[in-house]
């Protein structure tokens, strides 16, 4: 299923840079940035479960937030790109890491 990831942290100190970065490195461990604070990700159930116990295990809910949007595994005819950035298939595509 195709998992849409979003955040927005509090970077007014520190502690809010650094889990800033801990939520970015978490997200790149399991998909593509597509936008500075979104990543797209492919993932079954138990890997869905995994990753949004790390970025909760990370955030602050006080002042960060994190969204969730499950696009389901019918996904290609929801997801519309226009611009500069290209568009990668992570079904189809090639990855190397």
Known sequence: M???????VSTVNAEGRRRLRQIAKAC????????????????DWSQWITLKAQLEAI???AVDSLRYYNLGNNY?????HYGAKATI???SDTLIV
């Not at 290609?76 to 519309?80: F, L, N, Q, T």
């Open 2 to 8: 195709l998992m849409l990831v979003s955040y927005d």
């Open 76 to 80: 290609k005819e929801k997801v519309i």
């Open 28 to 43: 790149e461990n399991w998909g593509i940035r597509v936008q500075n604070s979104v990543f797209e990700c492919t993932l």
């Open 89 to 91: 298939d992570l079904a």
């Open 59 to 61: 955030c602050d809910p």
